[in-house]
T-cell receptor, first 112, second 116 residues
Framework: SQQGEEDPQALSIQEGENATMNCSYKTSINNLQWYRQNSGRGLVHLIL?????REKHSGRLRVTLDTSKKSSSLLITASRAADTASYFCANSLLQGAQKLVFGQGTRLTINP | GAVVSQHPSWVICKSGTSVKIECRSL??????MFWYRQFPKQSLMLMATSNEGSKATYEQGVEKDKFLINHASLTLSTLTVTSAHPEDSSFYICSVKGLAGRYEQYFGPGTRLTVT
């Protein structure tokens, strides 16, 4: 299986704290993306980082990519209750870049 | 990004019957759509890539005769689960690939299938 791993599988923090999720993948990638899924819903695209980039920001989100370690991290700063969701990384393969291989996801709970 | 809808949002069917799920791209002409399956508290697994006007490409282990995909127009792809069994009960999600040269996907809200 090409499916990557994410850790932690579940994370519970207090509102206002920062949340960090990590993702590892197995093959060479074109890019890596992060998605959010609210319970029982579809996925929402958050951010894409290309294989030649090391860090990217979008609002309260910060993503890093280390291709030598085949890993990525997503940091959500100043978390809010509305950030409660599952977060998935998905890598776009070098060959067949239109397909996405999803990680196992991190269930994030923000406690008010 | 593209707006994607799915119909129905949930369906219950009896074992042995067939169920059709529709995926529509409401504001974007989608030459490529994807179908995923997601079991409770698990990740998404790609089932097939649907290309408008041609046969779908199925992932290894996915039975093409059981999961029939039709992408007859630039705005509609359908997934038909034939002779459904309880183990087919899952959350089925479609997505649309963005413009050429872009790699983001835009997801529908999903369809919860329960086979009794």
């Amino acid at each position: 299986s090409q499916q990557g791993e994410e850790d932690p599988q579940a994370l519970s923090i207090q509102e206002g704290e920062n949340a960090t999720m990590n993702c590892s993948y197995k093959t060479s990638i074109n890019n890596l993306q992060w998605y959010r899924q609210n319970s029982g819903r579809g996925l929402v695209h958050l951010i894409l980082i290309r294989s030649n980039e090391r860090e990217k920001h979008s609002g309260r989100l910060r993503v890093t990519l280390d291709t030598s370690k085949k890993s990525s991290s997503l940091l959500i700063t100043a978390s809010r209750a509305a950030d409660t969701a599952s977060y998935f990384c998905a890598n776009s393969l070098l060959q067949g870049a239109q397909k996405l291989v999803f990680g196992q996801g991190t269930r994030l709970t923000i406690n008010p | 990004g593209a707006v994607v809808s799915q119909h129905p949002s949930w369906v219950i069917c009896k074992s042995g019957t067939s169920v059709k799920i529709e995926c529509r791209s409401l504001d974007f002409q989608a030459t490529t759509m994807f179908w995923y399956r997601q079991f409770p508290k698990q990740s998404l697994m790609l089932m097939a890539t649907s290309n408008e006007g041609s046969k779908a490409t199925y992932e290894q282990g996915v039975e093409k005769d059981k999961f029939l995909i039709n992408h007859a127009s630039l705005t509609l792809s359908t997934l038909t689960v034939t002779s459904a069994h309880p183990e087919d009960s899952s959350f089925y999600i479609c997505s649309v690939k963005g413009l050429a040269g872009r790699y983001e996907q835009y997801f529908g809200p999903g369809t919860r299938l329960t086979v009794t």
